[in-house]
């Protein structure tokens, strides 16, 4: 698919060349234009009545005196919007504004629009809510514990959303004839994205369509094409009635990527009322739209050769979902499927439970479920090394996947450039001269000491499956040749800062040979833009650029036949080149683009191509395979120094090495740029951030609530805690991406939590086998370690947990084709279009009560 | 809130207080409910929308606009304060249809991905330009340490405030012979 991936950097137009991005001058001139920056002529507000227990049935609603208040316009209940929705189609469980019941503190209830937000927020104080609580159940250990009453009447059992088991051959042979096994229980608490930007969206009614209307809505969403399909099914609308624009994003991470409540609930105004409503969530409530970090538990069985070869590996996942479903199913695969793209697992267990709890819904954060087992297995490797006496980067070396090549889960690796990333942070670093050995401070020392932990990971470039079932392309390119030689670039990806309205504007030039000014892209709009399934999987370079590269490849074949004719020279030797075509073997002869474009419509009348892009077909065949397989994994690799108080545990980083095998730098400092912002996000969940709970005294209600709703609370680095990153960019083009591009945006954030991990354990001997390693942590296991205990901080326990009958699928080198032996037909297994998927929560129609 | 403090937040809000003051270099008035902070005037009455905001309550720095100069967070500061004031927004930054050196060295070196933060980086970089011309990356580091930025990890942001401290020096330098 794509052009070339061979080529050198100077043979390309603008691939690999520093440039300024097509979206830059508007984004530091103010005039880039986010969703809560837009007002329409009639605008009404809206707020949200959010639910102060976490988890109670809603008795009744009373809504006259808030009815009757300044400036209110319409109320909205549960019973106004009663079907249900949600991301999966196996989990539709979350209703606009809750009609039974509630299950967190922060789930909405009711909805007021008003004149202004000011008399909106009056409202809400109007409107009572007679509530009768329920248990809460607050982590995934207590949701094990107590099935009833269950948050949920769906999912695998009591609270439990989703198990899933597979054992990829004879795992516990492996283990038996291992001649070490290693077993540690890790901890990574959740987190949240906090995009500076906070969720808002407007929604307007064009009446010139007919007496309904046409619904347009604007928001803040990285899949305008899910929040199409979400608007149309909860709201009972026509979807060629509804258009969704996905506004430039203030920062997503995937804190955007579902569709939201307050989506919904200003499109059932607009619509009700005829006027355009907007909602701008507070801080505190894009806290409670949260669908962040999972909270992990994690149970890691790893047996190894003495010369520290992996022979088999077992991994148990808990996770703590959340209230909802949202993306939590894939969230729970996840948590098992990337571990064996990056050293060879000749066999491999996993096992994975989603609960339900009574928090704010977690979902996809930047590296997707996968970040919680990196940081347990790198931490593990670096036990063994010390174990087994190796050096922690020879130790990888040896045992890296090969390139093309499938793994025990049949995952399929392309390229591969761990090696050389792990080189590149070991030399640039001097990993292996200068780390200080992991012992313990002698009593009595005081004098901070230095130490270096290395750590690789993997991440996908786009989830091989669509979230719902269908046979299309994932993403589309559709473009414009007007007579003045621009070319309009319509594409539903969507810009949420990462840079893909750049990277779509170089796909069509490099090929067509123009300039990236020639190029106006126009993305994330659903009436006018072919679908792109969104920003999220790290897909979009990868998908929409090879889209676009086949479109403009479509369009070049136009103009070139035309000038080919014209000049009496075959198409093959025309170049493209410079906004000019040049006849390759005499550069006399030579066409301005522009002309060439005249000559072709004049041809071929107007001028328009598609592309479009579907990945590869996955050999994991098994039932779960779904979600691991990508076009082509990227591969990072960092060493971290960090220096740490021998006394308080406190700790700064000092530096950070980090090599990413990017296939191709399509603009060296936004891929940089990406780099950088992961590692910062990255030493954000180590050293900082995490989403915690409390529950309020039994006078104050009991109820289980966010420990920190707020950004001053919520620690997040600032400039003063970002350290020097020195970025190495490993290119090796990879012949399924563009250009021979590979994913950026997430996989760089995976190494940071570990190896900041595995640094303190060279600096002063002890282990924090939980995120975020905070100094308390430290200082708690410096202490323990002075008192004869184990010099570590972390869990010792994995609860019982009843798995399901493990799926039996035999690896590729065991003869396994990619299914499993005990599997049900996949003819049975498939949820086709109109079935009635397993998570559709009741439409609870308003005749009940009002 | 009773439904009495209700009307009362509702009288006040219709009540409408005039302010004269400098924006952008232009001498505007305008008239507004007197709960108004900067950031709202700013942004619905003057429709001054990049100004930005993450939480209006003094936290993230998102919404830092220069008062007579220096950086102060427009969602804290009461607009009935700034009677007077001299105010500068993002918008008010170009020199005609040039960017400015701190802006083009944004979009040059990546220190602008999603670019909500932006405005406020950039109006506080300049506030410690225009006080520091030559300003160290330590100082650099501390000026900007107010404004979360969530997508860059700040180092392009240094380098384009040095860029920009460079670019800036030397056309004082061309203005000087
Ligand atoms: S909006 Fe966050 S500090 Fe003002
Ligand atoms: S560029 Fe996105 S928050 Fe700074």
Redesign the interface.
Same mark, same amino acid.
């Given at each position: 698919m794509s052009d070339n991936p061979d080529k050198k950097v100077d043979e390309f137009n603008l691939v690999g060349k520093?440039r300024?991005?097509v979206?830059?001058?508007?984004?530091?001139?103010?005039?880039?234009?986010?969703a809560?920056?837009l007002?329409l002529p009639r605008m009404l507000h809206c707020k949200l009545l959010r639910s102060r227990l976490p988890h109670a049935k809603i008795k009744s609603v009373t809504t006259d005196?808030a009815r009757a *208040? @300044?400036?209110v316009r319409l109320i909205l209940t549960g019973y106004d919007t009663p079907v249900p929705y949600g991301i999966l189609p196996v989990s539709h469980d979350e209703h606009p504004l809750c009609t039974d019941k509630v299950r967190f503190v922060g789930d909405p209830i009711a909805a007021v629009i008003a004149d202004?937000e000011?008399?909106a927020t *009056? @409202?809400l104080?109007?409107i009572h809510v007679d509530l009768e609580p329920l248990t809460t159940i607050s982590d995934a250990e207590e949701a094990l514990r107590i099935p009833e009453p269950r948050i949920h009447d769906y999912g695998d059992e009591g609270n439990l959303h989703k198990k899933v088991a597979f054992d990829f051959g004879d795992v516990d042979e492996a283990l038996r004839n291992s001649e070490r096994v290693f077993e540690d229980v890790f901890f990574y608490e959740g987190n949240t994205?906090?995009?500076?930007?906070?969720h808002a969206t407007l929604a307007a009614i064009d009446d010139a369509a007919g007496p309904d209307g046409r619904l347009t809505v604007w928001s803040s969403t990285q899949t305008p094409h899910y929040l199409h399909r979400a608007l149309a099914k909860a709201l009972e609308l026509d979807p060629a009635r509804v258009r969704v624009v996905a506004i430039?994003?203030?920062?997503?991470?995937g804190g955007k990527s579902d569709p939201f409540n307050h989506e919904i609930v200003v499109a059932k105004a607009a619509l009700m009322l005829g006027r355009p409503v907007k909602i701008c969530l507070?801080?505190e409530e894009v806290f409670y739209c949260h669908r962040g970090r999972h909270p992990v538990l994690m149970k890691l069985r790893t047996g190894v050769s003495l010369d520290g070869k992996i022979k088999g590996m077992e991994l148990q996942t808990l996770l703590d979902g959340g209230a909802y479903g949202s993306y939590g199913v894939a969230s729970t695969f996840y948590t098992g499927a990337l571990q064996t793209v990056t050293y060879k697992v000749p066999r491999y267990r996993f096992q994975g439970c989603r609960a339900f709890t009574n928090k704010p819904p977690c979902g996809p954060k930047r590296g997707h479920g996968t970040p919680q087992p990196r940081f347990g297995l790198e931490v593990q490797l670096d036990k063994i090394a010390t174990a087994l006496k190796l050096d922690p980067a020879d130790l990888r070396l040896q045992q890296l996947v090969e390139p093309r090549s499938l793994t025990a889960n049949y995952m399929s690796v392309e390229t591969i450039g761990l090696g050389e990333c792990i080189r590149r942070v070991v030399d640039g670093s001097g990993f292996r001269a200068r780390r200080s050995g992991g012992k313990l401070p002698t009593p009595g020392d005081i004098a901070p000491v230095r130490g270096l932990g290395l750590a690789c990971s993997s991440y996908l470039s786009g989830a091989g499956l669509p979230i719902y079932w269908n046979d299309l392309p994932q993403s589309g390119v559709q473009l414009q040749l007007d007579r003045s030689g621009r070319v309009t670039a319509f594409c539903g990806a969507t810009e949420?800062?990462?840079?893909s309205d750049d990277v779509l504007a170089l796909c069509v030039a490099e090929i067509l040979g123009i300039e990236i000014a020639d190029i106006k892209v126009l993305t994330g709009d659903t009436d006018l833009t072919p679908v792109d399934l969104g920003s999220y999987s790290s897909r979009v370079t990868l998908m929409m650029g090879n889209a676009a590269i086949e479109a403009a490849t479509r369009a070049r074949d136009l103009v070139a036949k035309a000038v080919s004719d014209k000049m009496g020279v075959p198409v093959e030797k025309l170049r493209f080149a410079e906004r000019r075509v040049t006849f390759i073997d005499d550069p006399a002869r030579v066409m301005s683009w522009q002309d060439a474009v005249i000559l072709a419509e004049a041809k071929h009348g107007t001028l328009g191509t598609t592309g479009s892009y579907k990945p590869p077909r996955s050999a994991a065949k098994y039932k779960g395979g779904g979600v691991g397989p990508t076009p082509t994994y990227s591969y990072s690799a960092a060493v971290v120094e960090v220096e740490v108080d021998p006394v308080t545990g406190w700790y700064d980083v000092i530096k950070v090495w980090i090599g990413h095998d990017i296939g191709r730098a399509l603009n060296p400092?936004?891929t940089?740029?990406q780099v950088?912002?992961?590692?910062?996000?990255g030493l954000g969940e180590a050293l900082m951030e995490e989403s915690t709970f409390r529950r309020l005294p039994p006078k104050l209600s009991g109820a289980l609530v966010h420990k920190f709703p707020?950004?001053?609370e919520y620690k997040?680095p600032?400039?003063?805690e970002?350290p020097?990153?020195e970025v190495f960019l490993v290119e090796d083009p990879d012949s399924r991406g563009p250009f021979g591009a590979k994913e950026v945006g997430q996989g760089p954030l995976l190494p940071m939590m570990p190896a900041i991990a595995n640094a303190i354990f060279d600096a002063v001997g002890v282990r924090v086998d939980e995120v975020p390693i905070t100094a308390e942590k430290i200082a708690r296991a410096l202490d323990a370690a002075t008192k004869g205990r184990p010099a570590r901080v972390g869990p010792t326990k994995f609860p019982a947990v009843a798995w399901p009958e493990a799926l039996k699928i035999a690896p590729p080198w065991e003869g396994g084709d990619g299914t499993a032996s005990n599997d049900r037909p996949k003819k049975e297994r498939m949820a086709r279009p109109g079935e009635v998927p397993i998570g559709d929560a009741p439409i609870i129609r308003p005749e009940v009560r009002r | 809130?009773?439904?009495a403090?209700?009307?009362g937040?509702?009288a006040t809000?219709n009540r409408h207080a005039t302010l004269s003051l400098k924006v952008n270099g232009d001498e505007r008035e305008v008239a507004f409910a007197p709960h108004k902070t900067l950031l709202e005037v700013l942004?619905e009455d003057l429709?001054?929308?990049?100004?930005?905001?993450?939480?209006?309550?003094g936290?993230?720095g998102?919404c830092a606009v220069l008062v007579d100069g220096r950086p102060v967070l427009s969602c804290l500061m009461l607009a009935l304060e700034c009677e007077g004031a001299d105010v500068r927004?993002?918008?008010g930054?170009?020199e005609g249809a040039q960017?400015h050196p701190l802006?083009?060295a944004?979009?040059?070196?990546?220190a602008?991905?999603?670019?909500?933060?932006?405005?406020a980086m950039?109006l506080t970089a300049k506030a410690l330009l225009d006080d520091k011309p030559s300003a160290t990356r330590d100082e650099i580091?501390?000026s900007?340490?107010?404004v979360?930025?969530?997508?860059?990890?700040?180092?392009?942001?240094?380098d384009a405030v040095e860029r920009a401290a460079r670019i800036l020096a030397a056309r004082d330098r061309e203005d000087h012979v």
């Amino acid at each position: 698919m794509s052009d070339n991936p061979d080529k050198k950097v100077d043979e390309f137009n603008l691939v690999g060349k520093a440039r300024r991005r097509v979206d830059a001058r508007a984004k530091v001139t103010g005039q880039a234009r986010f969703a809560d920056d837009l007002v329409l002529p009639r605008m009404l507000h809206c707020k949200l009545l959010r639910s102060r227990l976490p988890h109670a049935k809603i008795k009744s609603v009373t809504t006259d005196k808030a009815r009757a *208040a @300044a400036g209110v316009r319409l109320i909205l209940t549960g019973y106004d919007t009663p079907v249900p929705y949600g991301i999966l189609p196996v989990s539709h469980d979350e209703h606009p504004l809750c009609t039974d019941k509630v299950r967190f503190v922060g789930d909405p209830i009711a909805a007021v629009i008003a004149d202004s937000e000011e008399e909106a927020t *009056a @409202a809400l104080d109007l409107i009572h809510v007679d509530l009768e609580p329920l248990t809460t159940i607050s982590d995934a250990e207590e949701a094990l514990r107590i099935p009833e009453p269950r948050i949920h009447d769906y999912g695998d059992e009591g609270n439990l959303h989703k198990k899933v088991a597979f054992d990829f051959g004879d795992v516990d042979e492996a283990l038996r004839n291992s001649e070490r096994v290693f077993e540690d229980v890790f901890f990574y608490e959740g987190n949240t994205h906090l995009a500076i930007e906070q969720h808002a969206t407007l929604a307007a009614i064009d009446d010139a369509a007919g007496p309904d209307g046409r619904l347009t809505v604007w928001s803040s969403t990285q899949t305008p094409h899910y929040l199409h399909r979400a608007l149309a099914k909860a709201l009972e609308l026509d979807p060629a009635r509804v258009r969704v624009v996905a506004i430039a994003n203030g920062g997503g991470f995937g804190g955007k990527s579902d569709p939201f409540n307050h989506e919904i609930v200003v499109a059932k105004a607009a619509l009700m009322l005829g006027r355009p409503v907007k909602i701008c969530l507070t801080r505190e409530e894009v806290f409670y739209c949260h669908r962040g970090r999972h909270p992990v538990l994690m149970k890691l069985r790893t047996g190894v050769s003495l010369d520290g070869k992996i022979k088999g590996m077992e991994l148990q996942t808990l996770l703590d979902g959340g209230a909802y479903g949202s993306y939590g199913v894939a969230s729970t695969f996840y948590t098992g499927a990337l571990q064996t793209v990056t050293y060879k697992v000749p066999r491999y267990r996993f096992q994975g439970c989603r609960a339900f709890t009574n928090k704010p819904p977690c979902g996809p954060k930047r590296g997707h479920g996968t970040p919680q087992p990196r940081f347990g297995l790198e931490v593990q490797l670096d036990k063994i090394a010390t174990a087994l006496k190796l050096d922690p980067a020879d130790l990888r070396l040896q045992q890296l996947v090969e390139p093309r090549s499938l793994t025990a889960n049949y995952m399929s690796v392309e390229t591969i450039g761990l090696g050389e990333c792990i080189r590149r942070v070991v030399d640039g670093s001097g990993f292996r001269a200068r780390r200080s050995g992991g012992k313990l401070p002698t009593p009595g020392d005081i004098a901070p000491v230095r130490g270096l932990g290395l750590a690789c990971s993997s991440y996908l470039s786009g989830a091989g499956l669509p979230i719902y079932w269908n046979d299309l392309p994932q993403s589309g390119v559709q473009l414009q040749l007007d007579r003045s030689g621009r070319v309009t670039a319509f594409c539903g990806a969507t810009e949420i800062g990462q840079g893909s309205d750049d990277v779509l504007a170089l796909c069509v030039a490099e090929i067509l040979g123009i300039e990236i000014a020639d190029i106006k892209v126009l993305t994330g709009d659903t009436d006018l833009t072919p679908v792109d399934l969104g920003s999220y999987s790290s897909r979009v370079t990868l998908m929409m650029g090879n889209a676009a590269i086949e479109a403009a490849t479509r369009a070049r074949d136009l103009v070139a036949k035309a000038v080919s004719d014209k000049m009496g020279v075959p198409v093959e030797k025309l170049r493209f080149a410079e906004r000019r075509v040049t006849f390759i073997d005499d550069p006399a002869r030579v066409m301005s683009w522009q002309d060439a474009v005249i000559l072709a419509e004049a041809k071929h009348g107007t001028l328009g191509t598609t592309g479009s892009y579907k990945p590869p077909r996955s050999a994991a065949k098994y039932k779960g395979g779904g979600v691991g397989p990508t076009p082509t994994y990227s591969y990072s690799a960092a060493v971290v120094e960090v220096e740490v108080d021998p006394v308080t545990g406190w700790y700064d980083v000092i530096k950070v090495w980090i090599g990413h095998d990017i296939g191709r730098a399509l603009n060296p400092p936004l891929t940089e740029g990406q780099v950088i912002g992961s590692v910062y996000m990255g030493l954000g969940e180590a050293l900082m951030e995490e989403s915690t709970f409390r529950r309020l005294p039994p006078k104050l209600s009991g109820a289980l609530v966010h420990k920190f709703p707020s950004m001053l609370e919520y620690k997040s680095p600032s400039t003063m805690e970002m350290p020097p990153v020195e970025v190495f960019l490993v290119e090796d083009p990879d012949s399924r991406g563009p250009f021979g591009a590979k994913e950026v945006g997430q996989g760089p954030l995976l190494p940071m939590m570990p190896a900041i991990a595995n640094a303190i354990f060279d600096a002063v001997g002890v282990r924090v086998d939980e995120v975020p390693i905070t100094a308390e942590k430290i200082a708690r296991a410096l202490d323990a370690a002075t008192k004869g205990r184990p010099a570590r901080v972390g869990p010792t326990k994995f609860p019982a947990v009843a798995w399901p009958e493990a799926l039996k699928i035999a690896p590729p080198w065991e003869g396994g084709d990619g299914t499993a032996s005990n599997d049900r037909p996949k003819k049975e297994r498939m949820a086709r279009p109109g079935e009635v998927p397993i998570g559709d929560a009741p439409i609870i129609r308003p005749e009940v009560r009002r | 809130m009773t439904s009495a403090l209700a009307e009362g937040y509702t009288a006040t809000m219709n009540r409408h207080a005039t302010l004269s003051l400098k924006v952008n270099g232009d001498e505007r008035e305008v008239a507004f409910a007197p709960h108004k902070t900067l950031l709202e005037v700013l942004r619905e009455d003057l429709a001054l929308t990049g100004t930005k905001h993450g939480c209006e309550l003094g936290e993230c720095g998102a919404c830092a606009v220069l008062v007579d100069g220096r950086p102060v967070l427009s969602c804290l500061m009461l607009a009935l304060e700034c009677e007077g004031a001299d105010v500068r927004t993002i918008e008010g930054m170009q020199e005609g249809a040039q960017l400015h050196p701190l802006q083009a060295a944004f979009a040059d070196l990546g220190a602008a991905q999603c670019g909500y933060c932006t405005p406020a980086m950039l109006l506080t970089a300049k506030a410690l330009l225009d006080d520091k011309p030559s300003a160290t990356r330590d100082e650099i580091r501390a000026s900007l340490s107010g404004v979360l930025c969530r997508c860059t990890g700040y180092l392009q942001i240094f380098d384009a405030v040095e860029r920009a401290a460079r670019i800036l020096a030397a056309r004082d330098r061309e203005d000087h012979v």
